[in-house]
């Protein structure tokens, strides 16, 4: 695969954040070194996607547990405190969580400072290699899915910046592109914050894989007139139902697709389902900032007091997706029992 710039890079007391809200203008790296600004980091969306952000709240505790101590008691009490405060930086991807809730597990055991720092690190650098084999065998699942189908759309970034290597919806085509098998992508540009044009269209052009830009309302046209084959698109969060949380728009694209007979896809990895949660009714939203939708790259397009709506995601039923592509291969509807099954089979 074209190497891309990591998405994190740690070493003991710095994790080095790939500044996602400059791309594709300016390639630069932030430096975390507390808990506060990868929180910060997070929130501003300059590290996101949901594996990239769990794995940057797993780093984030290890950069907490590298603060000075008196002694390992204090230490796990400050973890704990970390843990639940970065948690609460974005509420709707649950890999967050589960990332930053088993490091937690893994250091409750924990009886000396070095011994506590370096199960977190070694937690976390295997979290982190784990997501680069999922995001592998999501692209290997989807190009079977996919079969020939070479026309794709696609929305936001579930690409290899939005996880440690591979993506999860973009998998298959960097997978592809290793093999000769070259896929057309239509990339929704992703209002408010420009995920898809700014930075799919960036990735999938650094790997040279052909990619066409539309904006968010031409994807109806586009899927009823542009021979379009599949749609496939990432996850925040799937319910034991099936119903999936991701980025605003999803929704549109599934009752559309369906509506013209195209299947549609979700692709995440196992960190990404919420055994917990029934129902999509049980997704929390993020609803983020006003001027996120009256500025477009910080120039106002609408007057500052406008009154606006602004969720960061929406949640597709069950009942519209044809699948959803995993790491341990393909679940299909009746998705509770689908995902009931999945679930067994991770533990
Ligand atoms: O707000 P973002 O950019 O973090 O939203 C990201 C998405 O909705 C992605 O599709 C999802 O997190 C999957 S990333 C592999």
């Not at 996101?48 to 952000?53: L, S």
């Not at 991701?246 to 196992?270: H, Q, R």
């Not at 009154?307 to 299909?332: H, M, R």
Request: glycine letters at 6%; one cysteine or more; hydrophobic letters at 45%.
């Amino acid at each position: 695969m074209t190497t891309l710039p990591a998405t994190l890079l740690y070493t003991p007391g710095k994790l080095k954040i790939l500044d996602q809200t400059v791309l594709p203008f300016e390639t630069n790296y932030l430096t975390a070194t507390t808990v506060q600004d990868v929180y910060d980091a997070i929130r501003k969306l300059q590290v996101r996607g949901a594996p990239a952000i769990g794995l940057a709240g797993g780093y984030g505790l290890a950069l907490s547990v590298g603060q000075t101590y008196q002694n390992v008691e204090e230490a796990k009490q400050q973890l704990r405190v970390d843990a639940a405060y970065l948690i609460t930086a974005r509420p709707t991807a649950v890999n967050l969580a589960t990332i930053v809730n088993a490091i937690v597990a893994v250091a409750h055991n924990a009886t000396t400072l070095s011994d506590l720092r370096s199960v977190v690190e070694n937690e976390i650098k295997r979290l982190h290699e784990a997501d680069v084999t999922q995001g592998y065998a999501i692209g290997e699942h989807a190009l079977q899915v996919l079969g020939t189908k070479r026309k794709v759309m696609t929305i936001c970034n579930a690409g290899a910046i939005a996880t440690a290597k591979y993506g999860t919806a973009l998998a298959p085509f960097h997978l592809g592109k290793e093999r000769g098998i070259d896929f057309s992508v239509v990339a929704c540009e992703t209002r408010p914050l420009l995920q898809g044009a700014r930075l799919t269209v960036w990735e999938l052009q650094q790997a040279g894989i052909d990619v066409t830009l539309i904006t968010d309302n031409m994807a109806a046209y586009a899927l009823a007139t542009q021979q379009i084959e599949a749609v496939i698109v990432g996850a925040d969060r799937i319910a034991q139902n099936g119903d999936t949380a991701n980025k605003i728009g999803t929704l549109g694209l599934a009752i559309v697709a369906k509506a013209y007979g195209i299947p549609f896809y979700i692709a995440a990895p196992s960190t990404t389902f919420d055994f917990t949660c029934a129902t999509g009714d049980d997704i929390e939203i993020e609803q983020r900032a006003t001027e996120e939708v009256t500025t477009v790259l910080g120039k106002a397009i609408a007057a500052p007091t406008t009154s606006v709506l602004n969720p960061a995601f929406d949640v597709t039923p069950a009942a519209y997706i044809t699948a959803i592509i995993t790491e341990k291969g393909v679940l299909q509807a009746p998705y509770t029992t689908s995902i009931k099954q999945f679930e067994e089979e991770l533990v």
